[in-house]
């Protein structure tokens, strides 16, 4: 069975900093790309940061560009957001998740486990 487990997420005030882990079971992830997202109440889910299967190639949402870094350690089966300059717009809970594939992708159907979630709440 296939689990995706964030950690790191809790309450921070702006401008301060979080790093977010997803520790993958069930799945060796170094095959697949790997995608956070996150969801504000009452909002859809929308799509933050994505790495390539190695590690060499990233995309970011234009709102957390130059704020946020991804990353992975493929040893460990894990996967990292690191998010610094946070921003009360910013908070939200974040999903970790793996896609079908090993480039990066920005659409949430190309993904096909997901995390169970973690909350980040940044206050002004």
């Known amino acids: 069975q296939v689990q995706l487990v964030e950690s790191g997420g809790g309450l921070v005030q702006a401008g301060g900093s979080l790093r977010l882990s997803c520790a993958a079971s069930?799945?060796?992830?170094?095959?697949?790309?790997m995608g956070w997202f996150r969801q504000a109440p009452g909002k859809e889910r929308e799509f933050v940061a994505t790495?390539?299967?190695?590690?060499?190639?990233?995309r970011y949402a234009d709102s957390v560009k130059g704020r946020f870094a991804i990353s992975r350690e493929n040893a460990k089966n894990t996967v990292y957001l690191q998010m610094n300059s946070l921003k009360p717009e910013d908070t939200g809970v974040y999903y970790c998740?793996?896609?079908?594939?090993?480039?990066?992708?920005?659409?949430?159907?190309?993904?096909?486990?997901w995390g169970q979630g973690t909350q980040v709440t940044v206050s002004s």
């Open positions: 790495i390539n299967w190695r590690g060499d190639s990233t």
């Open positions: 069930g799945l060796t992830i170094s095959s697949y790309a």
């Open positions: 998740a793996s896609a079908r594939g090993g480039l990066t992708t920005t659409t949430l159907g190309s993904y096909a486990y």
